[in-house]
């Protein structure tokens, strides 16, 4: 991510009123519903159509995420909002992405190339999608993991040929 210089920014005034809003919506979108009402409250701003809805079926997900269940976060995500993770491709990777770590890291090595294989797959079409896959600790040493060692190096070379495969694939565009 690129660092945006302050000084750009030391003649934008910003209105007491956007300050609030800005304020309330990063409190709605951490799911700090408390602490949004006793905002909105103090403030006099209005409450926002549906709001005690949306925090509660975003605080549900947020922590369907938290706890590793990233695919019923996805599953609630898709059945509350249709279309948001199509629309949102970033989003949806990194949900994928979470449940591959997960899988990872509770050992289950088959089922976690199985499930880059069909479900991560599709997004190597993407640089920055490549680039995401390619910074996955897939090299460290995995002493730890002696028992998987076999199935990681066998996910690290499918991603190194999947990798290839999509660079050379954009190469020919």
Known sequence: MMDLDPRLYENVSVSDNDARNIVLSYLMHNCFKETAETF???TGLELPVDYTVDVDKRKVIFSLVLEG?????IDLTEELAPNLLENDTDLHFDLLSLHFIELVRSRKCTEALEFGQKRL???GKVPKYVEKL???PLDIEMKFLEPFGRELSSM???????CSVMDSSMANK
């Open 69 to 73: 269940n990233a695919l019923k976060a």
């Open 134 to 136: 390619e910074v996955w």
């Open 40 to 42: 909105l409250s103090s």
């Open 121 to 123: 797959t599709p997004f």
């Open 156 to 162: 690290k070379k499918f991603m190194d040929k999947s």
